[in-house]
């Protein structure tokens, strides 16, 4: 590539390209691929990087207000819940005007169906479906109501702690199995498996490390629904950071979203993609960098006391990022066990057809390449070699999904091109603390 004098430039200078049709963007997969390729870069070559990240992000809720009765129908509401997910009532008062302002907390399982939780919920909800909503007054009255996301004038989602700088590899090097939020069934001991979470290369924090364009009122998607950034995260430290956010569940795309059961109940999926434009060479070093040459660090999941250190490129590349499915090969067991373990529900026995596989709700998480008998479901994960263990360690979990981050991050692409999406300047900086 071409030698550039520039040093540095600015957010709006990079916009007025965008604004003229001369600007050079690419996704950060794009780019990365190229490095590994051979090619290099400098400055004048590349003006705007799109990343994203896919994952489970519990630090993730959503404040809900809409019309449930006509007014003095009721004082208060004493319990709420929508398809059986308690909803938290408040803060503000609600008094005889039949108006409820909801709190539902990610995580947030069902009554009905402990396994059908707040991810699940909100999912149906930007799908467009009617949803129940059941209400206990402050005298030991119920009130049943159905809505939809387009009778809910006021629909946040709400981030308090997203789009991690990557994550941890977890391990058992227990002897018994034991039950986590880093696994959908009991993790096996011994080393016999590895789940992680962290979209290596892609990661919007990963790529702007220094956080010279990502900052307080910085614009982003939320599942595809245009947010913005409003500070740091929960536990965010410098090694570890994260942040927070907000976006419109009107505008959501829900691919990007939904439930996720876990060993201690349902978690929530969650999609963040940014912009980050290219302002001087420290930050092109940052986003020339691969997965090989991010560290990923293995945990006991007991402890998270470190036992090895690997990298994005050891799960990421020469595996498949996508899982398949294979009608043909199904055995139709009396008992699909893929169907009872699938932490998204994708997966539904059917006497004729033996099972619907729904791919929009898949996350690719792998876990039924390894528990289907009939080997119907296939990719490979890989595996790693861990110092001190005699055998290679196979990865049969992943809690971020590389097809979805992939997707957000072309679609940021697409937007930024046809001038739908314009990039801002944050309107203050995050600082994160050294250590909690």
């Excluded at 490095?35 to 400055?43: I, P, T």
């Excluded at 569940?249 to 980050?276: K, S």
């Excluded at 402890?303 to 139709?332: A, M, N, S």
């Excluded at 004729?352 to 709700?361: A, G, K, Q, V, Y």
Aim: proline share 5%.
């Amino acid at each position: 590539m071409a030698q550039s004098s520039t040093l540095s430039r600015t957010i709006s200078e990079i916009q007025k390209k965008i604004d003229s049709g001369d600007v050079v963007i690419l996704t950060a997969k794009e780019i990365c691929d190229r490095v590994r390729s051979g090619e290099n870069f400098d400055l004048c070559d590349i003006d705007v990087v799109t990343t994203a990240t896919s994952a489970l992000m519990s630090g993730t809720y959503a404040v809900l207000s809409f019309k449930v009765a006509d007014p003095d129908s009721f004082t208060k509401a004493k319990n709420v819940w929508i398809n059986s997910v308690p909803a938290h009532v408040g803060p503000c008062p609600n008094e005889r005007i039949g108006i409820l302002d909801l709190i539902v907390m990610g995580t947030q399982a069902g009554i009905a169906d402990p396994g059908y939780g707040a991810g699940d919920l909100f999912r149906d909800l930007v799908l467009g479906q009617k949803v129940k909503v059941e209400i206990e007054t402050d005298c030991g009255r119920i009130f049943t109501s159905f809505t939809t996301l387009k009778q809910i004038p006021h629909a946040m989602l709400h981030a308090s702690r997203n789009a991690f700088k990557n994550y941890l590899a977890f391990v058992n090097p227990g002897k018994t199995s034991i039950s986590t939020i880093f696994h959908s069934e009991m993790m096996k001991g011994n080393y016999e498996e590895m789940t992680f979470c962290g979209c290596g290369e892609l990661n919007p924090l990963e790529n702007d490390p220094e956080l010279k364009t990502i900052g307080i009122g910085t614009k982003v998607l939320i599942n595809g629904a245009e947010g913005f950034v409003t500070g740091p995260g929960t536990r965010s430290t410098v090694d570890k950071p994260n942040l927070s956010g907000i976006a419109d569940m009107h505008q959501m795309n829900p691919e990007f979203l939904g439930g996720f059961n876990t060993g201690h109940g349902p978690d929530i999926i969650t999609t963040w993609a940014v912009a980050i434009p290219v302002l001087d060479r420290e930050m092109l070093a940052h986003i020339l960098k691969t997965d090989d040459r991010i560290p990923l660090k293995v945990v006991d999941v007991r402890t998270r006391t470190p036992i090895g250190e690997i990298t994005y490129g050891d799960v990421w590349q020469h595996t498949d990022h996508r899982v398949e499915f294979r009608q043909e090969t199904c055995l139709k067991c009396d008992v699909c066990c893929v169907e009872e373990i699938c932490p998204v529900n994708a997966v539904q026995k059917d006497p004729e057809t033996s099972l619907n596989f729904d791919r929009t709700r898949c996350f690719n998480c792998g876990l039924c390449v390894s528990r289907c008998k009939g080997g119907s479901f296939k990719a490979n994960l890989g595996s790693i070699k861990l110092e001190g263990v005699d055998h290679e360690v196979p990865v049969t979990l992943r809690q971020s999904d590389r097809v979805a981050a992939l997707k957000a991050a072309a679609d940021l692409k697409n937007r930024i091109q046809k001038g739908q999406f314009k990039i801002t300047a944050p309107v203050g900086k995050i600082i994160f603390p050294d250590s909690l």
